[in-house]
């Protein structure tokens, strides 16, 4: 499938995206690679990671430490950075989870952990975008954004 705006964002490979990776042979005494679920930047200016966990399972401590401190180093290099840690209820693994409506648990930002107070992702996204590069989501009307 080729990139186009009308499927951008929509998985391009499902067969390809159901592959599992397998890390194991790379691994350094306890520490191993860790995946991140989403992430975006805006013009070296913004940077968005997004995990999301179904319903309450918790992120391993490893890769809580792991991207707290890329959010964190992207922070002390001068630039917008932010974590959000979601949870969905899509109990059928072989369905399709909507990001956007997913709940974020907590927001990792500056240093410190916020509450998400039951907001969506595509909220707290916004809400971060709007801060991060102001004229971000006017640029961006017409391409989903609200």
């Known amino acids: 499938m080729n990139y186009s705006n009308?499927?951008?964002?929509?998985?391009?490979?499902?067969?390809?995206?159901?592959?599992?990776?397998?890390?194991?042979?790379?691994?350094?005494?306890?520490?191993?690679?860790?995946?991140?679920?989403?992430?975006?930047?805006?013009?070296?200016?913004?940077?968005?990671?997004?995990e999301l966990k179904f319903r309450e399972a918790e992120m391993p401590k490893g890769q809580e430490v792991a991207l707290k401190r890329l959010v964190d180093a992207t922070t002390k290099a001068n630039k917008k950075a932010v974590l959000f840690l979601c949870r969905h209820e899509v109990e059928d693994a072989t369905k399709d989870v909507n990001a956007a409506t997913a709940i974020v648990k907590?927001?990792?930002?500056?240093?410190?952990?916020?509450?998400?107070?039951?907001?969506?992702?595509?909220?707290?996204?916004?809400?971060?975008?709007?801060?991060?590069?102001?004229?971000?989501?006017?640029?961006?009307?017409?391409?989903?954004?609200d």
Do not use: H
Not at 121 to 135: C, G, H, I, T, Y
């Open 6 to 50: 009308e499927n951008r964002g929509i998985i391009q490979n499902r067969e390809r995206a159901r592959q599992i990776i397998d890390f194991s042979g790379i691994r350094y005494g306890n520490i191993t690679p860790t995946d991140i679920d989403g992430f975006f930047e805006r013009a070296n200016e913004a940077f968005v990671f997004y």
């Open 106 to 145: 907590k927001v990792y930002f500056n240093g410190e952990w916020y509450n998400g107070n039951g907001r969506t992702l595509k909220e707290l996204s916004d809400s971060f975008m709007r801060w991060a590069v102001p004229d971000f989501l006017n640029q961006t009307k017409g391409a989903d954004s």
